[in-house]
């Protein structure tokens, strides 16, 4: 199983980004896909997740209103759009995968990601 994620950058606050994570090696169209971030010196932290056959979505409350996770089957591949975004924001994004449905708890999922680096200027 890998995991692949692009799309970071850096950008000013207020700006966007669109980060997309694409899926090899399995299906995961019985799985859920998440999304978590990591700050210099912080925690990893729970973003988003959707979970792949129902399109139930999962957010903090810090990116509700600003962040919305999709996916597209065809594609094998998850999508975070984050928009509004805040210095706050600025971590290196991970996506994982493997739970059945879409939960904040990073050990339940098996699959990471190698990360991308989100940084927004203020």
């Known amino acids: 199983v890998q995991l692949v994620e692009s799309g970071g950058g850096l950008v000013q606050a207020g700006g966007s980004l669109r980060l997309s994570c694409v899926a090899s090696g399995r299906t995961f169209s019985s799985n859920a896909l998440g999304w978590f971030r990591q700050a210099p010196g912080k925690e990893r932290e729970f973003v988003a997740a959707?979970?792949?056959?129902?399109?139930?979505?999962l957010y903090a409350d810090s990116v509700k209103g600003r962040f919305t996770i999709s996916r597209d089957n065809a594609k094998k591949t998850v999508l975070l759009q984050m928009n509004s975004l805040k210095p706050e924001d600025t971590a290196v994004y991970y996506c994982?995968?493997?739970?059945?449905?879409?939960?904040?708890?990073?050990?339940?999922?098996?699959?990471w990601g190698q990360g991308t680096q989100v940084t927004v200027s203020s």
């Open positions: 959707i979970t792949w056959s129902t399109s139930g979505t």
């Open positions: 994982a995968g493997g739970p059945w449905v879409a939960t904040m708890t990073a050990s339940a999922y098996h699959y």
